[in-house]
């Protein structure tokens, strides 16, 4: 197990350093990264290849020669407060003229402006467009300058002018603008510092002609490249939202992992409208300034507008995944840029038939996200990256970094997802160069590397003991957005519903994603023993209008009536009074929780009583797990029979435990993933199931086990940073005491 199932990053001027790597971190791969190139003595060295390609940027010239052929969007401008009767709103102020410009000659029917105070629409007749957009980029223009400098050229950047406005109230224009300058390009050049390099450029592959040209660029890039053995599709045609701004002290005003901002174009739009009753108009992708950010719950048309898109990212991705298989070679997809419209856990995804799927991950749930996609290979692509600094501009590979304390934060928090479920390779990306300087680095990636083969080669004899608790979590989304919410875990700290994905991608249970709306239609599946949901109010995680359907309150109060239990955390099943008028709470499963929430309207109303339980199953081993947990406000009892676990500095409950029929619900103010507060979600669901606690179990929440009964081993990990004594218990009863160092990793044959 010192060879295989590792990528490495190789880099043409340091061949001596990729192979001796490649060799002592057992790599059966060498990939190219951004900026960087293999040498042939690299390439003729026996290992497979990974080529990095991101079709819509990789041919700049003809996207300056093509320059009306760039991707666009729609955005909305920032808010002006209308001083007198007239108003003239520059449209691209606050937002980076590097990255945009207003497309003012295609596609203006889609324009609207909005009165933000009134929230509703000015009529036509009262705006009219001014200002110029860009001149046509030429490839003379492309050889000399970049595409900001195109945009320079310009007239002054596109106006709307108002007349008949109200004083003093705010309006927007949502308008097309066109990108000059593709997004990970912008971060690449930032980031990494990379100067004169040329600014790439995004195609827009609905119009005909650039998808036959992607197509042909294709097969000509196979020909060329006869060493390759598995392209690296980066993603493929839309990257994720990200709008960069021009102010300092804004300088992203908007960014999404998961939202289809960028598939929105002229082109799309009239195709989608063709034959509809009523249009998509930009406010539906405007959302008045949201956008249509995954936290938001989807509408019913912006629904129906991305399964278009994904039918026309499957329809062209198929046909290039059909290129690369026609060259004898494989295909694997990066899940994170560029990746809008692909939807892994889509039931369509197979249909483009990619061999592998890649996903730079920081937490344990990316890895589940990665490892439960019906493909061939499911590789990993480790943190950190190997750039000179991080996403949030800390130095990892610079003066001041300590990249091998990163890499053992991330290994570790990684590594009990995939104690769970199987990865067939990880990897490495960036500058090779970087990692020279450090040794202690070198080796930790060794030990990473054989880690894995160790992990993997147990679920390859046979998978891993699964606890007898099913479990769904309960969204807007369902599964098509399973594991995940948005992004990474470290841009939506705040948000309890990623911490607690966090927390079950390393526990036992068999998980899956319901969508509020199937169980308002279908009820609860037989086959779920415990439903959770969590998130703030008016939010996808926790649902939002979906609670104002009766059928939906009925089918979970029904579920756990009857037997089933309930996971809530922070404002579950929160309805405000404005979307809820004569409704008797804000929590709709306030009588199967025992717990509501005050918005501040009930204020008159006395409080129940109530004693702490400090002894109670939920709250085995980890009694102080909620001690910094802050209550919502006005959370308080509805009903007798609910036992209060933890209160917070004022007295209001964090936590509580109740039966409601035959069944059992937990409500949880709030879940920040950690050893005990996992150790605390794993005994809220064994409780809520009621189930006794069975299976190999570890008395240390830092430690977590996994029987694999196959193999006939138990793998014994430690999450913490410092040496952990913990008693691990056999389902026998047997016990034994480990010592374990740092983040060890122990497998232990079960006798």
Same mark, same amino acid.
């Given at each position: 197990m010192d060879h295989g199932g590792f990528t490495l990053p ?212 196979c020909v060329t490249h006869p060493d390759t053995t598995v ?285 509020? *709306?199937?169980?308002? =239609?279908?009820? #609860?599946?037989?086959? %779920? $023993? &415990? !439903?959770?949901?969590? +998130? ?94 802050? *209550?919502?406000?006005? =959370?308080?009892? #509805?009903?007798?029979? %609910? $036992? &209060? !676990?933890?209160?917070? +500095? ?8 109740t039966a409601f029929g035959d069944g059992r619900a937990v ?85």
């Amino acid at each position: 197990m010192d060879h295989g199932g590792f990528t490495l990053p190789g880099e043409a001027g340091h061949e001596a350093l990729t192979l001796r790597l490649a060799e002592r971190w057992g790599a059966d791969v060498i990939r190219d990264s951004d900026g960087t190139q293999l040498s042939p003595e690299i390439l003729h060295a026996g290992h497979g290849i990974y080529s990095t390609i991101c079709l819509i940027r990789e041919d700049r010239a003809w996207a300056a020669e093509h320059s009306r052929l760039l991707q666009q969007n729609v955005l909305m401008s920032f808010p002006r407060v209308a001083e007198g009767e007239e108003l003239v709103i520059e449209l691209l102020e606050g937002f980076s003229t590097d990255q945009f410009v207003v497309n003012d000659w295609d596609g203006t029917e889609f324009w609207q402006v909005f009165d933000r105070t009134t929230g509703t629409e000015v009529l036509r007749e009262q705006w009219s467009i001014g200002g110029e957009a860009a001149v046509e980029t030429s490839a003379d223009t492309a050889d000399s300058a970049d595409a900001a400098d195109a945009a320079d050229a310009a007239t002054a950047p596109g106006t709307v002018r108002l007349t008949g406005a109200v004083p003093g109230h705010s309006y927007t224009v949502n308008f097309l603008a066109m990108r000059l300058w593709e997004e990970i390009s912008m971060y690449n050049h930032v980031t990494n510092d990379w100067g004169d390099r040329p600014r790439l450029m995004a195609v827009e592959p609905r119009h005909p002609e650039v998808a036959e040209h992607l197509l042909a660029w294709l097969e000509e890039w196979c020909v060329t490249h006869p060493d390759t053995t598995v392209v690296r599709f980066t993603s493929l045609f839309y990257n994720f939202a990200w709008f960069w701004g021009s102010d300092p002290d804004l300088p992203h005003v908007y960014a999404d992992w998961g939202s289809y901002d960028f598939t929105v174009n002229p082109i799309a739009l009239r195709e989608f409208n063709a034959g509809r009753e009523v249009p998509i108009t930009a406010e539906d992708f405007v959302n008045a300034g949201r956008y249509t950010s995954t936290h938001n719950p989807p509408s019913a048309i912006y629904l129906e507008w991305m399964a278009f898109v994904g039918a026309f990212v499957r329809d062209l991705g198929r046909r290039c995944v059909d290129v690369v298989h026609r060259h004898g070679k494989k295909a694997y997809v990066f899940y994170d840029d560029s990746w809008i419209g692909l939807e892994p856990w889509s039931p369509q995804f197979g249909e483009m038939g990619f061999d592998g799927l890649i996903k730079a991950v920081f937490s344990g749930y990316e890895a589940r996200l990665n490892a439960g996609v019906d493909v061939p290979v499911h590789e990993l692509r480790l943190h950190p990256y190997l750039f000179p600094v991080n996403l949030e501009g800390a130095p990892t590979f610079a003066p001041g970094g300590d990249p091998t304390a990163d890499a053992q934060s991330y290994w570790t928090v990684l590594r009990r997802a995939l104690l769970r479920e199987r990865i067939d390779r990880i990897g490495l990306g960036g500058y090779l160069s970087l990692v020279e300087p450090f040794e202690d680095f070198q080796a930790y990636i060794a030990g990473v590397a054989d880690e894995h083969r160790l992990i993997r080669s147990l679920h390859e004899a046979g998978a891993p003991e699964v606890a007898p608790v099913r479990v769904a979590v309960l969204t807007a989304w369902g599964a098509l957005r399973s594991w995940t919410c948005s992004g990474h875990l470290h841009e939506s700290p705040d948000l309890s519903l990623l911490h607690v994905i966090e927390s079950l991608a390393g526990l036992p249970f068999d998980v899956r994603w319901l969508s509020l *709306a199937e169980v308002a =239609t279908d009820g #609860v599946p037989d086959d %779920v $023993d &415990v !439903l959770v949901n969590a +998130g703030p109010a008016g939010t996808a995680w926790s649902g939002g209008p979906a609670w104002a359907d009766p059928a939906l309150t009925t089918a979970v109060t029904a579920f756990v009536a009857s037997g089933g239990g309930l996971i809530g955390v922070q404002e579950p099943a929160a309805l405000d009074r404005a979307e809820a008028p004569g409704r008797l709470h804000r929590l709709q499963l306030a009588p199967v929780l025992g717990v509501d929430q005050d918005a501040g309207d009930r204020r008159v109303l006395s409080r129940r009583r109530f004693e702490v339980h400090q002894h109670h199953p939920v709250l085995d081993g980890v009694p102080h797990a909620l001690e910094h947990v802050a *209550a919502v406000r006005g =959370t308080h009892l #509805v009903r007798a029979g %609910v $036992d &209060v !676990l933890a209160v917070d +500095g004022a007295g209001l409950p964090v936590a509580t435990a109740t039966a409601f029929g035959d069944g059992r619900a937990v409500f949880l103010a709030d879940h920040r993933h950690g050893p005990a507060s996992a150790r605390l979600l794993e005994n809220a669901l064994w409780w809520a199931a009621g189930r006794e606690r069975s299976g190999w179990t570890s008395s240390a929440p830092e430690v977590d086990v996994a029987h694999f009964p196959t193999a006939g081993q138990v793998l014994v990990a430690s999450s913490a940073s410092s040496v952990v004594t913990t008693v691990l218990r056999a389902p026998s009863g047997a016990e034994r005491t480990l010592v374990l160092a740092p983040g060890e990793l122990l497998a232990l044959p079960v006798t």
